[in-house]
């Protein structure tokens, strides 16, 4: 029996600058603006999605930070931006510098290869 085809998950990285707004928080003002604001509007709006975020403020002046946000689908991925554009932490408490959106070894599903990956010890 062929295996059943399902969509890759996406990966969205979302690079942000922060705001003078969010930067004049607290450390818990900014931990309970995201459990309150962000956390909540994400789970009205849509399941299946998980995310990482990494500092980048150390290293560039542009961007101050990337979230990695992943999704087992398109239109997961889609119903989180709405959910987050609905919260402060679009443009207001944080700057969207870009948004690059893939799905992971797209290559090699597209030309039938094994994905190339390097794990060293």
Known sequence: MPAEHTEPP????ILVKT???WLALTVQERAHAFTTQVL??????TTGVRSR????????????????WEARDHHA??????ALRETPF????????????GTENGYARTYGLDPVATITT
């Open 90 to 101: 679009w443009d207001r408490y944080f700057e969207i510098i870009d948004l690059l959106v």
């Open 19 to 21: 705001t003078p707004e």
């Open 77 to 82: 991925y889609q119903l989180l931006i709405d």
């Open 10 to 13: 996406v990966t969205a990285f």
């Open 53 to 68: 975020f990494y500092d980048t403020e150390f290293y560039s002046a542009r961007v101050t930070d990337v979230w990695v």
């Open 40 to 45: 909540p509007a994400i789970e009205a709006k």
